[in-house]
């Protein structure tokens, strides 16, 4: 795992023991960009699917408490998690950050963790989706090397068009 992690956190795999906790903190995260009773709440809330589906997950934990600060999910092209990567990409999915924890860059080193992912596992891009209204992660992504990609924004549901973001992997030999 990362050795880039900031003091104090380490960044992991997510095991099995995680899933509720990261479930309620993924959640918690999400609430203020989504609308009251939308189904993906619960999506984002039920870790378990997704864990036994995707291709990769990470956490960041607190070193000293053990405390779930952050998490991450990888899904590579053609697999039931993946919404926008073609086959020979990976996708982020469901970036979260306490919001005890926010500044600490941990997101960061969540993105630099899928970043390094996608290296070694051959990947051409590293893609993700997000919300207009979600600027401290664009930020994060922008800082990483992501460049916008407008040709392939699209609309999850009818009035809500997210962004997309491709980070080409440098030495990408899929």
């Known amino acids: 795992m990362s050795d880039l992690s900031p003091d104090g956190v380490i960044i992991r795999a997510m095991q099995e023991s995680d899933l509720v906790g990261v479930g309620e903190m993924t959640f918690t995260t999400y609430i203020p960009y989504e609308e009251p009773n939308s189904p993906y709440l619960d999506i984002l809330r039920d870790v378990a699917p997704r864990f036994r589906e995707a291709t ?75 919300q207009d209204t979600m600027t401290n992660a664009h930020r994060i992504y922008e800082r990483a090397g992501f460049k916008l990609e407008p040709s392939r924004f699209w609309d999850p549901i009818p009035g809500l068009t997210v962004r997309c973001y491709v980070w080409l992997v440098p030495t990408a030999t899929r």
């Open 56 to 130: 990769a997950h990470f956490v960041a934990e607190d070193a000293a408490t053990g405390e779930i600060l952050g998490a991450v999910t990888l899904a590579a092209g053609g697999s039931p998690w993946a919404a926008i990567a073609a086959d020979d990409e990976i996708e982020m999915r469901m970036l979260a950050v306490d919001e005890s924890a926010r500044g600490r860059g941990i997101g960061t080193s969540l993105v630099r963790e899928c970043q390094e992912f996608a290296v070694q596992n051959g990947y051409r891009q590293l893609v993700l989706s997000s």
